[in-house]
């Protein structure tokens, strides 16, 4: 799935890689999780889904995100321009969403709603974890933070990982696979925050493995992430070597 860049902030309040607007609704507002979305058609066979709640009259939080049609349950794109009654769901381990609204060839519009999975909410305080608030678990949902995700992450030593960092590594794909990567070039015991910058800034297991053919075989993450932002590529390096 593509995935834009968020903020820290946006991190914690569903919005990375969504766009946020004021202040999203509050936990005590789960039990009625709800708000109307916006679906376009791509011409690739995937879509753009946005989707948009009012917090308690006092304020919007909005999300734009890209999925694939196969994400969803229930979902088809129409073939003809006229629009009909539309009803899917994205369902995950953290909870559902339902859809109800419209849907034509090029898109369609209606309302959603969501209910949390009480098995997961329970499965997390067995792991360790705190019980997530509602926009936690709204979150959790919305970018698959599943039970086996959590448990593989587990397995590799992030045992009891803050929610936020769960859901900026999921993100971001910082995740198990992205960990055994760089595991194999000798990077072990990073931080949830080293994992994350290091896949923004694509310091990731082909840069890694250039730069110690080129002889810099024990950077540190950040040393490796300083190098990508300020374009100290191997092509850079070895420029620099051709020049003695």
Same mark, same amino acid.
């Given at each position: 799935?593509?995935?834009? &860049?968020?903020?820290? !902030?946006?991190?914690?309040?569903?919005?990375?890689?969504?766009?946020?607007?004021?202040?999203?609704?509050?936990?005590?507002?789960?039990?009625?999780?709800?708000?109307?979305?916006?679906?376009?058609?791509?011409?690739?066979?995937?879509?753009?889904?946005?989707?948009?709640?009012?917090?308690?009259? /006092?304020? %919007?939080?909005?999300?734009?995100?890209?999925?694939?049609?196969?994400?969803?349950?229930?979902?088809?794109?129409?073939?003809?321009?006229?629009?009909?009654?539309?009803?899917?769901?994205?369902?995950?381990?953290?909870?559902?969403?339902?859809?109800?609204?419209?849907?034509?060839?090029?898109?369609?519009?209606?309302?959603?709603?969501?209910?949390? %999975?009480?098995?997961?909410?329970?499965?997390?305080?067995?792991?360790?974890?705190?019980?997530?608030?509602?926009?936690?678990?709204?979150?959790?949902?919305?970018?698959?933070?599943?039970?086996?995700?959590?448990? #593989?992450?587990?397995?590799?030593?992030?045992?009891?990982?803050? !929610?936020?960092?769960?859901?900026?590594?999921?993100? /971001?794909?910082?995740?198990?696979?992205?960990?055994?990567?760089?595991?194999?070039?000798?990077?072990?015991?990073?931080?949830?925050?080293?994992?994350?910058?290091?896949?923004? /800034?694509?310091?990731?297991? #082909?840069?890694?493995?250039?730069?110690?053919? &080129?002889?810099?075989?024990?950077?540190?993450?950040?040393? &490796?992430?300083?190098?990508?932002? /300020? #374009?100290?590529?191997? #092509?850079?390096?070895?420029?620099?070597?051709?020049?003695?």
């Amino acid at each position: 799935m593509k995935r834009t &860049l968020g903020t820290a !902030l946006a991190l914690l309040l569903l919005a990375a890689p969504f766009a946020v607007a004021a202040t999203p609704p509050s936990s005590a507002e789960t039990a009625s999780s709800s708000g109307r979305w916006i679906l376009d058609f791509d011409r690739d066979g995937g879509l753009q889904l946005t989707m948009k709640r009012r917090s308690g009259g /006092h304020g %919007n939080w909005t999300s734009s995100d890209d999925y694939k049609v196969s994400d969803f349950q229930g979902l088809a794109r129409p073939a003809g321009s006229a629009e009909s009654p539309a009803h899917f769901q994205l369902v995950r381990d953290a909870g559902t969403v339902t859809f109800d609204g419209s849907l034509g060839a090029t898109g369609g519009s209606g309302s959603f709603a969501f209910a949390g %999975n009480p098995e997961y909410v329970a499965a997390l305080g067995k792991m360790g974890y705190r019980a997530p608030d509602g926009d936690e678990l709204f979150a959790l949902a919305l970018h698959d933070v599943s039970r086996a995700y959590i448990q #593989e992450l587990d397995a590799l030593g992030y045992k009891k990982v803050p !929610l936020d960092d769960l859901l900026s590594m999921r993100i /971001h794909g910082a995740g198990p696979e992205f960990i055994r990567e760089l595991k194999a070039l000798g990077y072990t015991g990073l931080s949830p925050d080293d994992l994350v910058s290091m896949r923004i /800034h694509e310091a990731d297991a #082909e840069f890694i493995r250039e730069l110690q053919a &080129l002889g810099y075989s024990h950077l540190s993450a950040d040393e &490796l992430v300083s190098m990508r932002i /300020h #374009e100290a590529t191997p #092509e850079f390096v070895r420029a620099l070597q051709a020049l003695g």
